[in-house]
Nanobody
Framework: QVHLVESGGGLVQAGASLRLSCAASGRTFSNYAMGWFRQAPGKEREFVAGIIAASGGNTSYADSVKGRFTISRDNAKNTVYLQMNGLKPEDTAVYSC?????????????????WGQGTQVTVSS
């Protein structure tokens, strides 16, 4: 069983930055790609960013966050991060990390099998 626990959310003003962390249990963290998703009230969950299994490896981003958000991982700490800069009110959502089914980049919900509970990010204008 894999447990994912997010932290780092909060209430910030537009233009501010936040860094989300996701700590994973288990000894196979480095074998799997990871991703961040978000869900705003009344909307479907959407892909935000993904990173392949290897630290410092390939990443992918939703168009809405490209150039503002950066995903990274530290396999020695079993942790994946999401650095969010230039936050906008439309970034307000519950952010969840997820473990992919394989090592490769994935941007669809069906490609992930373990999910964290999520952390709330609220951006005021």
């Amino acid at each position: 069983q894999v447990h994912l626990v997010e932290s780092g959310g909060g209430l910030v003003q537009a233009g501010a930055s936040l860094r989300l962390s996701c700590a994973a249990s288990g000894r196979t963290f480095s074998n799997y790609a990871m991703g961040w998703f978000r869900q705003a009230p009344g909307k479907e969950r959407e892909f935000v960013a993904g990173i392949i299994a290897a630290s410092g490896g390939n990443t992918s981003y939703a168009d809405s966050v490209k150039g503002r958000f950066t995903i990274s991982r530290d396999n020695a700490k079993n942790t994946v991060y999401l650095q969010m800069n230039g936050l906008k009110p439309e970034d307000t959502a519950v952010y969840s990390c997820a473990r992919a089914r394989g090592w490769y980049l994935a941007d669809r919900i069906s490609q992930y099998d373990y999910w964290g509970q999520g952390t709330q990010v609220t951006v005021s204008s």
